[in-house]
T-cell receptor, first 111, second 109 residues
Framework: EPEVTQTPSHQVTQMGQEVILRCVPI?????FYWYRQILGQKVEFLVS????????KSEIFDDQFSVERPDGSNFTLKIRSTKLEDSAMYFC?????????FGSGTRLTVV | DAKTTQPPSMDCAEGRAANLPCNHS???????VYWYRQIHSQGPQYIIH???NNETNEMASLIITEDRKSSTLILPHATLRDTAVYYC??????????FGKGTRLHILP
C-alpha cells in the first residue's frame, strides 16, 4: 500500500536554528498538507498546498514557516528560527480526492 | 468551532463490537462524515467516510441516521490494536480536515 514518508523521525535543534522537515507524498496525489501535534493536544492544521502554491494556511503558519515542493516528489516544511513552543510532532499528508494519507511524523524537539 | 460532538472516552471488550457515536446536528447537505483514528502519536489513519448511505469497508462500518444529524462507527470485532483516539469529522469534500478531541477507545483484554 502506498505510504507517505517523513524524514527524519526525530530532530533535536537549538532554539533559533532553522529546520527543514521532509516528506515524500504518494506519487499520484495532488494535495499536500502539514499538521502538527503538541504533546497531549489536538492535531492542528498548518497549511495546504496545491498546484505548487499554498491554498490555505492557519494562524499558526506565520512568517517563520514556509513550504516548498522543490522537485516534484519532495514536500518540505521549513521553520526559519525555531522557538521552544515549536516542539511537536509534525505530520505530512497527501490526498488525491477524499481521504488523506498521513505520514508517521517527525518529532521536533527545540532545546 | 467544533461541528461534531463525541464522548471523550469509551471502553470495549476485546472481540466485541465497538460502537462509537458522533453527533453532527448542524451538518450541511454537501458535508461528508469522515472517521480517522490515531494510534499513540502515529499519524492519523483514514477509516471510512459517507454522505448519507451506510458504508462498510474492511476496517469498519459507518451508520448515518436518516436525518444525518448523527452517526456511529462500528468496529465489528475489536482487538487490542484498535486502541486509539477516533475522530469524527464533518467536511465538504475538498475542504481541509480539522481534528477535534475525538474519542479515546480502550479495548480491554
Amino acid at each position: 500500500e502506498p505510504e507517505v514518508t517523513q524524514t527524519p523521525s526525530h530532530q533535536v535543534t537549538q532554539m533559533g536554528q532553522e529546520v527543514i522537515l521532509r516528506c515524500v507524498p504518494i506519487s499520484n496525489h495532488l494535495y499536500f498538507y502539514w499538521y502538527r501535534q503538541i504533546l497531549g493536544q489536538k492535531v492542528e492544521f498548518l497549511v495546504s498546498f496545491y498546484n505548487n502554491e499554498i491554498s490555505e494556511k492557519s494562524e499558526i503558519f506565520d512568517d517563520q514557516f514556509s513550504v516548498e515542493r522543490p522537485d516534484g516528489s519532495n514536500f518540505t516544511l521549513k521553520i526559519r528560527s525555531t522557538k521552544l513552543e515549536d516542539s511537536a510532532m509534525y505530520f505530512c499528508a497527501s490526498s488525491r480526492d477524499y481521504g488523506y494519507t498521513f505520514g508517521s511524523g517527525t518529532r521536533l524537539t527545540v532545546v | 468551532d467544533a461541528k461534531t460532538t463525541q464522548p471523550p472516552s469509551m471502553d470495549c471488550a476485546e472481540g466485541r463490537a465497538a460502537n462509537l457515536p458522533c453527533n453532527h446536528s448542524t451538518i450541511s447537505g454537501n458535508e461528508y462524515v469522515y472517521w480517522y483514528r490515531q494510534i499513540h502519536s502515529q499519524g492519523p489513519q483514514y477509516i471510512i467516510h459517507g454522505l448519507k448511505n451506510n458504508e462498510t469497508n474492511e476496517m469498519a462500518s459507518l451508520i448515518i441516521t436518516e436525518d444525518r444529524k448523527s452517526s456511529t462507527l462500528i468496529l465489528p470485532h475489536a482487538t487490542l490494536r484498535d486502541t486509539a483516539v477516533y475522530y469524527c469529522i464533518v467536511r465538504v469534500r475538498d475542504d481541509k480536515i480539522i481534528f477535534g478531541k475525538g474519542t479515546r477507545l480502550h479495548i480491554l483484554p
